[in-house]
């Protein structure tokens, strides 16, 4: 089997998990407000994730015997917690399409395949839990709304 192809695929996908780290990890660093200590925990958590992938994938690119790059992607960081959700949740989906991409290219190689699909699936259950909190997003942020509306209505 040609590696070539899956080589250069496998190092995107690394640009794209060193991108997490240091996307995941300025999450963790610049959240502010009430939620603050929920949220730069998960943030950190899929920091250390990413870094995890990103092991992962430089050693199979050395296996399969070519050279991991040491590069990643413009990070994307705000501190509106909704909007930086949504750069989560992108960031997630992007990472199933290339891992899913990359399962293509590996056709043929069961054990690549098998490694492959490991970390798709955890991608993918990111996918699903940022898809989740998007879901509840405006609810956690107007918590304070809703006990002033209920102190109105026993006043």
Same mark, same amino acid.
């Given at each position: ?79 509106? @917690?909704?909007?930086? $959700?949504?750069?989560? &949740?992108?960031? =997630?989906?992007?990472? #199933?399409?290339? +891992?899913? /991409?990359? *399962? ?7 054990? @690549?395949?098998?490694? $492959?699909?490991?970390? &798709?699936?955890? =991608?993918?259950?990111? #996918?699903?839990? +940022?898809? /989740?909190? *998007? ?21």
């Amino acid at each position: 089997m040609d590696y070539a192809p899956v080589i250069e695929i496998l190092n995107e996908i690394l640009k794209h998990e060193w991108t997490g780290v240091a996307q995941y990890s300025q999450n963790s660093f610049i959240h502010e407000g009430p939620w603050r200590e929920v949220y730069a925990e998960k943030f950190l958590g899929d920091a250390k994730e990413s870094f995890k992938h990103a092991q992962l994938i430089g050693d199979k690119i050395v296996a399969l015997g070519g050279v991991p790059v040491a590069t990643r992607n413009e990070i994307r960081q705000s501190k509106d @917690l909704k909007e930086v $959700l949504q750069y989560s &949740l992108e960031f =997630e989906s992007k990472a #199933v399409e290339m +891992y899913t /991409k990359a *399962l293509e290219l590996a056709d043929g190689d069961r054990a @690549l395949v098998v490694f $492959l699909e490991d970390i &798709l699936l955890q =991608e993918q259950e990111g #996918v699903d839990e +940022y898809s /989740k909190l *998007l879901r509840n997003t405006d609810a956690a942020q107007n918590v304070g709304i809703i006990e002033d509306d209920s102190k109105k209505k026993i006043g």
